[in-house]
């Protein structure tokens, strides 16, 4: 298999060209499908709950856009704001420290 510059995406290359031929990546993308009922459970878990919730989002997600899906995320979860780190689709990869920064002031109060 080919190795990429990044060693953190070959876990991705192994999901999608391993000898499974690509199953387990797509059982993966199935379980995040959109339905009404997946929606329902995810507004309960951060809407009007007993802990604290805040959306970090990566500014530059070329899949889930900041303008769209994080204000999506957003009302969903009756915040004032998301907060946009640098990255992209995966932004806990990209910007740990700024994601871990974010928890912190959130959990400082």
Known sequence: MHR???????????LIKGQDRGRAFLQAM?????????????????????????AVWGADDPAMTLAV???????????AQV????GKHFPQEDQAPA???????LARG
Request: aromatic share 6%; proline share 5%; net charge positive.
């Open 83 to 86: 907060h946009a780190v640098a």
């Open 4 to 14: 990429s510059p990044e060693p953190k995406l070959d876990a991705y290359l192994a």
């Open 69 to 79: 899906y994080a204000e999506k995320a957003r009302a969903a979860a009756g915040l």
């Open 99 to 105: 994601i871990a920064e974010k928890i912190a002031e």
């Open 30 to 54: 199935r379980r995040s499908e959109r339905t009404a009922a997946k929606q329902a459970r995810y507004r309960a878990a951060v809407r009007n709950v007993r802990y604290p919730v805040q």
